[in-house]
């Protein structure tokens, strides 16, 4: 894959227009290996986190869960392991490398469409298995209260990909902000986060659906910086600079939980008031400023592991399956839990007590295993081919609603088999889904094989 910290490999591939088409080749878009090495971190632990937050346990037809971290001083690790900010950061960089060198609107709606169905393609299978399988559960007798908590887990994090779905939407117009602000429209951004905490807790009395805005403000802020980065707008971050602002970072957190109404972890925790993730408040901008200036206070020597030939062939293989191993990482866990804990009798030990150290290297293999050979599975169809259609402003703006239309109900339902076949429930959200993917173009994964890895195409010459 790398054997620099640059190489050419794009983020979304993009589409060759029309022949008819005076052409003249468009710059081949680099990838970098910073922003690489963030997003696989980013989702690695993601994954990790979730796989190991569970405190699980089933007796007499209930699944009762829980949060390990919950437990005294824990909080401390969400500080770090809360990596949604480099999730975004990294997105809103990919992004502007795919899109930078790129003019003129005609050329922004054909991203837009190959951004969507990379994006949503990969979700496709995920429904396909959901909407029968917890039916078929309940018909061969497992007991329906961990099917429909695993279930409903299933849609949960698509949050994140309607999420990004807008701010891909959007990027073309962030690209554009921040060629013309050139970093003030960062700090407007984050103000506006700020503001509605303000409102939220000074006004309101925590109201959770004035929070609702800090999804865009706050993971806009954060992604709007992985623009700046990918524009060359963060030259002064590095070294001490990037070490201070971790440091800043660091204390404004530290502050906003001792003075503020802010609770100590980072995601949301049983019993607690107000979650700093849902809805998100101010204070992540913090945690984002802590975490970006780590990674930026170690990138030279990241770059340089980076591009270690068996690093760098590692890094492209995660890279390539990343969407599928972040869809498909609770199933595994619904798949394992399943067995473990409701076929087995088994239960999640106490965080770090000798039984956790001994059995969770067990749990852990076997959520891989499973993980493993779903990505085996699904992992070719996170690349469709190339459209040869473009759809031009009107369809690229429909599909983008329906689609995030889609995924929000999805992530509010999940594919509980109560609400199968509810007008906001999985059935019609999946139809919603599929006829936005229709407008953009629907175009089959290339050369797929459902038992191996997806074939590297030759890459064309893009005329823009």
Do not use: C
Not at 91 to 96: F, L, N, S, T, V
Not at 118 to 145: E, K, S
Not at 224 to 242: K, N, T, V
């Amino acid at each position: 894959m790398l054997t620099a910290s640059r190489r050419p490999l794009d983020y979304a591939s993009p589409v060759p227009v029309a022949p008819a088409v005076p052409a003249r080749t468009a710059p081949i878009t680099p990838r970098d290996s910073f922003i690489d090495v963030l997003r696989v971190f980013a989702i690695v632990t993601v994954v990790a986190l979730h796989w190991l937050m569970p405190a699980l346990s089933y007796d007499d037809g209930l699944l009762s869960t829980g949060n390990t971290l919950a437990a005294p001083g824990a909080w401390a690790v969400t500080w770090v392991a809360q990596v949604m900010p480099l999730v975004f950061f990294a997105g809103g960089a990919a992004a502007m490398f795919s899109i930078r060198d790129r003019r003129g609107t005609s050329w922004h709606h054909r991203w837009r469409a190959t951004r969507l169905r990379r994006l949503v393609w990969p979700v496709l299978p995920l429904i396909m298995v959901w909407l029968p399988l917890p039916h078929l559960l309940l018909a061969m007798g497992v007991p329906a209260d961990p099917v429909d908590t695993a279930s409903r887990l299933a849609g949960r994090l698509l949050w994140f990909l309607a999420l990004y779905i807008l701010l891909t939407a959007l990027t073309p117009v962030l690209v554009r902000a921040h060629r013309r602000w050139r970093g003030r429209e960062i700090l407007a951004m984050a103000a506006g986060a700020v503001a509605v905490d303000v409102v939220r807790f000074g006004v309101l009395d925590g109201a959770d659906y004035v929070g609702f805005l800090n999804v865009v403000a706050v993971w806009g802020t954060v992604y709007q910086l992985g623009i700046a980065y990918a524009a060359g707008s963060l030259p002064w971050l590095r070294g001490r600079r990037a070490a201070a602002l971790a440091g800043l970072g660091l204390v404004t957190v530290a502050l906003a939980v001792v003075a503020g109404p802010y609770p100590a972890s980072m995601i949301g925790m049983p019993g607690e008031p107000v979650s700093n993730m849902n809805p998100p408040t101010a204070v992540l901008l913090a945690v984002s400023a802590l975490q970006l200036g780590l990674a930026f206070a170690l990138r030279p020597a990241v770059e340089r592991w980076a591009a270690q030939p068996p690093v760098a062939t590692g890094l492209a293989w995660l890279s390539a399956r990343l969407m599928t191993i972040y869809l498909w990482h609770m199933p595994a866990l619904a798949v394992v839990g399943g067995v473990a804990v409701v076929v087995l009798g088994w239960q999640t030990p106490d965080l770090l007590s000798a039984g956790w150290r001994t059995q969770i290297p067990i749990w852990l293999a076997a959520l891989t295993t499973v993980l493993a050979g779903l990505v085996r599975l699904f992992g070719p169809l996170e690349h469709p081919k190339r459209s040869a259609s473009s759809p031009g402003r009107r369809r690229s703006l429909l599909a983008t609603v329906l689609i995030g239309l889609g995924l929000l109900s999805l992530t509010v339902s999940g594919f509980s088999p109560e609400l199968t076949f509810h007008p906001a429930g999985p059935v019609a959200a999946g139809l919603v889904l599929a006829l936005g993917l229709a407008l953009v173009g629907v175009a089959p994964p290339t050369n797929v094989q459902l038992t191996g890895s997806p074939q590297r195409q030759p890459r064309e010459k893009v005329e823009a």
